[in-house]
């Protein structure tokens, strides 16, 4: 199933919250006004959302001659790497490497170690960066990273012969947590119905509120099963 654009949940705020059921209606305050809401959410719902698969990434990238790596591209939307791994020239991924920098390893009086991964300050566009070991000689690693909320923007350059040229643009820009879709719309809805002067519905909290507590409820974590195995009868191989 792919991602919902920006635009097509916003448009569907502004059916909910405006009462406009028609493209031809919807005019460009309207769009830049749900745009500007869709970017103010990210503390609502985004950050509200657990550590799940819908935040978190595992991507293949190479390393240049000083041994950093740069999240740019593709992978423009990585904001923390929680874990490295080396990949073998047989495609093999090896242990992982983990995370060290200048200042902890001076405090312990040693050097930062082959197998150690350091955080570099973002580059001059703002993408994360990190530094793996030259010595490792290594041409790829796998990067387990969590993503971060990327703002949408009305970009006049916009072309859909070529969406690509402007990927952060609302036409273009994807949301990659499936799940909360409808509570982000209750969210852009509100707002404009505030930007109209009418009452909130406030239906995004107890939306989210309870689509976290279901996936938290439902999804398989460890061997903890809810409900109980009991109440599922025979369980066969699947515990």
Known sequence: MAYRTVESIIKAAIREGMKIYTDAAITDSMIQ???DIYNASEPFIWRKWPWTNRKIDEIEVSPDEDGIIVFDGDNSDVDMVRAVRSV??????TPMIWNEDDVRAAMNGIEISSDKFQKLVDDSDGYRRIKVSVDDAMSAYK???FRRFVQAEVNESYSSGDPSATPYDYRVLTWKIDRAEA???DYIADGLRSYMSKEKKGTYVHGLNGTIKDIRDQEATEK???PA???FGEMGDWY
Do not use: R
Request: zero cysteines; a negative charge.
């Open 33 to 35: 006004q749900s745009v």
């Open 88 to 93: 073998s020239t047989t495609g093999d991924s």
């Open 143 to 145: 990067v387990l990273a």
């Open 183 to 185: 509570p982000l719309v």
């Open 224 to 226: 903890l099963m809810t």
């Open 229 to 231: 195995e009991g109440k």
